[in-house]
């Protein structure tokens, strides 16, 4: 198995590791819980990265590389909403819709379609990945007693429930807006997958 797949496959092993630390009671699990989302996320990129610059890209990484995004990121929005922080409905949309995006594009690329990925897709997956760090950040920097107990207010103002709310509420409406526009704009080539296929 080549690195960017190798790197591919630590992001989803270490994807539970960090909800299991993230839900601990023990405050250095919290903190080493951000450590591994960090360590994640650097995966995401830089096995990206090795597969631009030296071309290693395989079938088995086209399909595991989108993948294993999504169960980063759905590790941890579902850590948000066992602690309260997120709304059950508003995460279920996400997963749902990325994981059919990513299910569609996937066998639309094993049946040899190549279906057209839009900028805005690309900054769903930034809005959510930088409200996740938001987030992961604040409660991580929370568990530092000293540092939370002198700076209660600041803490209160960045973690209010209304920011949070409308944040989340404005990214899964945008990230649904994206699955729907992903589903017009590649109407023609997702009928022509499901009628060959019934031929």
Request: glycine residues 4%.
């Amino acid at each position: 198995m080549i690195l960017p797949n190798q790197l591919t496959v630590l992001r989803i092993i270490l994807s539970p590791i960090f909800l299991i630390l993230f839900l601990s009671e023990d405050v250095f699990m919290k903190q080493l819980a951000f450590v591994v989302f960090v360590i994640a996320s650097l995966t995401d990129w830089y096995d990206g990265w090795l597969a631009r610059k030296f071309n290693y890209i395989t079938e088995w990484g086209k399909f595991l590389d989108p993948t294993a995004d999504k169960i980063l990121t759905s590790c941890a929005f579902i850590g948000f909403v066992i602690i309260g922080v997120l709304e059950l409905w508003m995460v279920i949309i996400i997963i749902v819709r990325d994981f059919l995006m990513t299910g569609l594009r996937i066998y639309a690329d094993y049946k040899n379609y190549s279906f057209k990925t839009s900028t805005l897709a690309k900054w769903k997956t930034f809005f959510q990945m930088a409200f996740l760090d938001y987030l992961l950040l604040i409660f991580t920097l929370m568990t530092f007693q000293s540092l939370y107990k002198n700076n209660i207010e600041i803490f209160n103002i960045l973690t209010n429930k209304n920011f949070i709310y409308i944040t989340m509420l404005s990214i899964t409406l945008f990230t649904l807006i994206t699955g729907i526009f992903y589903l017009y704009q590649n109407r023609h080539l997702i009928k022509g997958l499901f009628t060959s296929e019934n031929k």
